[in-house]
């Protein structure tokens, strides 16, 4: 007898649309109270290619104010970023009062694709290593929270989705010029993968990994432990009432529009 699949059924659209609902309700209520109580959070998102890191920050950010979840998404540096201190063109993008920054990629860029691809020196890469956790220690001693996720995806589910984009000309975008290399260094990634967190995994700022070949689920469960990572306090509004219009300059502000141009209506 073959051994029983223990893994969880499929999750259904419907039961994911409500959750998702539930908790981006929540998400609100946070969002009000990092900007009463002027809190400064980062969320850095790391993990393989392909593990579906920007469909859970679009999950975690499509239903709140960009001017508090601000999302920071770097290309790579520039020749003049290259000059300057690593950590640098990280810094300037950091919460202020009231903000919640997400690094979709951060400075481990450094530990991992950097290093898989020969982007950066032995010299360079040693040294981040071992001076990233002492950094780090120095924002959270500063007054910002540092929460870092961790996305992993398996090695067949990373190869479907890889194909599924090859194959799909809405989704070819997503495939960058360092994906396809990725595929074939997987190993050497997941390398890189542990040593990072055996030097960075640390008290101050622990990583937490997210099992992502079920999509739907690693975006409840991410948003979900981001929740639990920051107390808050649901707080209260005054009613919003709808004032009615002001009709002491009333005139037909359709009709004004006459003659202008307008879309074609073509749905």
């Known amino acids: 007898m073959g051994k029983k699949d223990d893994r969880p059924t499929k999750l259904k659209r419907k039961d994911y649309a409500k959750e998702l609902r539930k908790l981006q309700g929540e998400l609100c209520e946070l969002q009000d109270w990092v900007k009463h109580k002027g809190l400064r959070i980062i969320i850095v998102f790391e993990g393989r290619d392909a593990a579906g890191k920007g469909g859970t920050i679009r999950a975690l950010t499509e239903r709140v104010s960009p001017r508090v979840f601000r999302v920071v998404a770097l ?7 290259k000059s300057e201190m690593y950590m ?3 810094i300037e993008h950091f919460p202020a009062a009231g903000e919640i920054v997400i690094f979709d990629r951060s400075w481990y860029n450094r530990a991992g694709v950097e290093r898989v691809m020969g982007f950066c020196t032995d010299e360079q890469y040693e040294r981040f290593l071992r001076r990233c956790p002492d950094v780090e220690r120095y924002i959270v001693e500063g ?3 540092l929460i870092k996720i961790w996305m992993e ?3 067949k589910e990373q190869k479907r989705r890889f194909e599924a984009r090859i194959d799909d000309p809405i989704r070819q975008w997503k495939l960058s010029p360092i994906d ?3 595929r074939e260094r997987w ?3 997941s390398r890189a993968r542990d040593r990072m967190f055996d030097a960075t995994d640390t008290t101050h700022a622990p990583w937490v990994i997210v099992p992502s070949d079920d999509k739907k689920r690693a975006r409840l469960n991410c948003i979900q432990h981001i929740l639990n990572q920051i107390p808050y306090k649901p707080l209260k509004h005054e009613r919003v009432k709808l004032p009615d219009r002001d009709m002491k300059h009333v005139y037909d502000d359709q009709a004004s529009l006459s003659g202008r141009r307008f879309v074609n209506e073509l749905y």
């Open 75 to 81: 290309p790579a540096p520039s020749d003049r970023e």
């Open 88 to 90: 640098q063109r990280y």
């Open 143 to 145: 007054g910002i929270q």
């Open 153 to 155: 995806v398996s090695d």
């Open 180 to 182: 396809l290399p990725s």
């Open 187 to 189: 190993f050497e990634y």
